[in-house]
């Protein structure tokens, strides 16, 4: 993963939390489902780190060392370990990563970096927020091409739509802001054909604190992208 003006960006906007851009697997990664929200409802702030950037880049690089440290954060501060997100978030990508025997390997991003506790205090942020907090995610997109993305709740399909038409990397005819989350689910797989000329799907699901920890009604979402995997 080229990781050139992470640092710079991480420490952007704001003076007290980080931008979260993503967490991958490893430094190195090589991701090939991207699983993508709205925005962080959670911050790392830099007096956590004690202003230690580079400690951070290490933390949202290694999947399992930033869960380890949000889990103390969170305990620390008489929290429960994880949010309920965090939670069916954390069992998605497991049950992913194992069922593909290792063909899979997830990054988790969202559409802005901006962390808040809400979509609704997200959109409530200056332009310049709006629009500088979604670069990175746009970046990772065309990097990668990843096969397969999935995308969760409707405001963050919304703004993943959007940015796809604009990029013509949707077909102009699928997109339609009147659409509903089910609207959106019920259309399966959406093709999607990427600049450098690498193509993929995208599944949208509803919200991940709905997921739970066994994710029974996110059933068929998962075999739907373990099947994409078969076939190649």
Known sequence: MNQDGLTEFVESITTKEYLRPFVSKYKLSKPNVFVVGINPASSILKIDVNYDVKRYIDLITDRESFLTFIQQK?????????????????????????????????????????PTKNAKQLKAMSPRIQKVGQEWFRKLMLEHAPPVVIVHSLDATRDLMKWLKSEKIISPLVYNRSYRLKDWIDLGPIPINYPCGA?????????????????NAFQQLRDDVLNQFKEH
């Open 74 to 114: 969170n305990v620390q501060k008489g929290k429960k370990p994880f949010s309920k997100t965090r939670i069916g978030l954390n069992h998605l990508v497991e049950h992913l990563e194992t069922k593909s025997n290792g063909k899979i390997e997830v990054l988790e991003t969202n559409i802005n970096a901006y």
């Open 199 to 215: 193509r993929g799907v995208v599944f949208c699901t509803k919200h991940l604190k709905y997921y739970g920890r066994k994710g």
